[in-house]
């Protein structure tokens, strides 16, 4: 039986699909009037003001002003998100066979997953659209966002504190706990909750399926609170529980976001998130063109594709920035012209986001024509998240080492997030040498 006509999960996602094909043609309908004060305010404020002078939508094809011209720029925004998670299953591009896997190990085998990869590829989009689907099949789903101070304690009880007493087989709906709106969270002591209690409450939940969405693993600073975890999967199998646990962090690969847990690993699948293929990226611009109402020529596509290497954040950002590009010049299609001057606003926009001196000294090195390296590094991290190549970082001159690359775990990374989208982007000229992502593999 295929995934397309098997019940469950999957054949949810092919129905909302459909469905969510025919939303979004609804939601073409122009509408967004401006507030009636906000027009007031600007036809006052320019009053006087030489015409050369800077003011939000100046470059505007639309006229300044105009509420479709408001419209259609908050449309792209919604369309295109670089700086947000994908949520929604109409704008989530390609991964199709990636998530027929994720469906068919929860769902048929049961099993606990780790979604790994570099930052920006994708993960906690992936993790959302999973438990949108989840959601949809009935599971009871969780989602938690990790950080360096993570606790076992605080962990557990907020995810417990989200699910009704009513889900835990020893309480009958009609008790007065239950009615009262108590949440498992009551069934712990006062004290720190420890693996075993955990245990002792997620094994008794009845009901339904239950998905607890860990994202963010790799930033749990303490050992002690991965083990707890890595114990608490282990025992909730052990026990055959209704609880399952998907879990997201960078990293290259499973071990380094649980290390010494051998006895687990017969119950947890490591999944790598990879760069999208050019026809992913290709879809990724096409679902938020088709929902903003703007076009990309065929060659703007290729060049958005060729320069964004799979990364569905950079994808994002450029063709945020060349629809605007096209918007501003009162085009409802975008050309290649507006994907290259995109490049050159996105490029400015992570820019921002890099310290002074990371953006200076690559900067220096774009000016000596010396980048090669640098971006041979950054497709790396992309690819294998912090295992980078030991003989092209050897090459690096040596103040260009210390600024842009730190030590941590006995491995050499980025030392900063925002330097691999930039590398990538100030050094796109040199994307010619690269190998098609389409042709690139990561090894398994
Ligand atoms: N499959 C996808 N389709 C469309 N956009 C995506 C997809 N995956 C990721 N994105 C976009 O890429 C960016 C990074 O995604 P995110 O899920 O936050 O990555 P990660 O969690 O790995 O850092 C976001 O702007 C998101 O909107
Ligand atoms: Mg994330």
């Known amino acids: 039986m295929s995934y397309n006509d098997k019940p469950g999960i999957w054949s949810k996602f092919r129905r909302k699909n459909a469905k969510g094909e025919r939303g979004a043609e609804r939601e073409h309908a122009p509408h967004v009037e401006l507030p009636h004060s906000v027009k007031v305010t600007r036809q006052r404020s320019r009053i006087g003001r030489d015409p050369s002078f800077p003011s939000f939508s100046s470059k505007a094809g639309l006229k300044q002003g105009d509420a479709q011209f408001a419209s259609a720029m908050k449309r792209l925004r919604q369309s295109f998100t670089p700086s947000h998670p994908v949520s929604n299953s109409r704008l989530f591009a390609g991964r ?31 993790m959302r659209i999973v438990a949108e689907l989840a959601n949809d099949a009935d599971y009871y789903v969780s989602y938690t966002s990790c950080g360096k101070d993570t606790r076992f304690d605080a962990l557990i009880r907020g995810i417990a504190g989200r699910i009704p007493l009513l889900f835990h087989r020893d309480f009958d709906p009609t008790e007065n706990v239950v009615e009262e709106g108590n949440t498992l969270e009551s069934l712990f002591h006062a004290g720190e909750v420890s693996v075993s209690d955990a245990t002792s409450v997620f094994e008794n939940l009845h009901g339904t399926q239950f998905l607890f969405l860990l994202d963010e693993f790799d930033r749990v600073a303490s050992s002690e609170v991965r083990e707890q975890i890595a ?10 529980a209704t609880v399952q ?11 380094a976001l649980f290390s010494h847990i051998p006895s687990i690993r017969r119950n947890l699948i490591g ?8 026809r992913e990226t290709r879809n990724l611009v096409e679902l938020g063109a088709s929902r903003s109402g703007v076009k990309f020529s065929n060659k703007a596509l290729d060049l958005l594709a060729t320069w964004s ?8 950002l450029l063709a945020l920035h060349a629809s605007l590009v096209a918007l501003r010049g009162g085009k409802q299609t975008v050309d290649i012209r507006d994907v290259e001057a995109a490049g050159d606003e996105a490029e400015e926009e992570i820019g921002l986001r890099l310290s002074d001196t990371a953006r200076r000294v690559i900067q220096a090195e774009q000016k000596k024509n010396n980048l090669a390296d640098l971006r041979t590094l950054a497709i790396a991290a992309s690819e294998h998240a912090d295992v980078l190549p030991e003989a092209v970082l050897g090459r690096l001159d040596r103040t260009v080492r210390a600024e842009l690359f730190k030590v941590a775990g006995g491995r050499t990374h980025f030392a900063e997030e925002a330097s691999i989208p930039f590398i990538l982007l100030v050094s796109r000229g040199g994307d010619d040498k690269d190998e098609p992502v389409d042709r690139v593999r990561l090894p398994r």
Do not use: C, M, W
């Open 245 to 255: 646990f998907v879990i997201a962090g960078v990293a290259s690969n499973l071990t």
């Open 271 to 278: 999944i790598p998130v990879d760069r999208l293929s050019d």
């Open 231 to 240: 114990e608490l999967i282990k025992n909730l199998s052990d026990r055959g």
């Open 309 to 316: 290497r799979g990364l569905p954040y950079i994808a994002q």
């Open 96 to 126: 199709r066979a990636l998530l027929e896997k994720i469906v068919s190990l929860l769902e048929d085998q049961h099993l606990h997953l780790v979604l790994y990869g570099d930052r920006g590829i994708g993960k906690t989009s992936l």
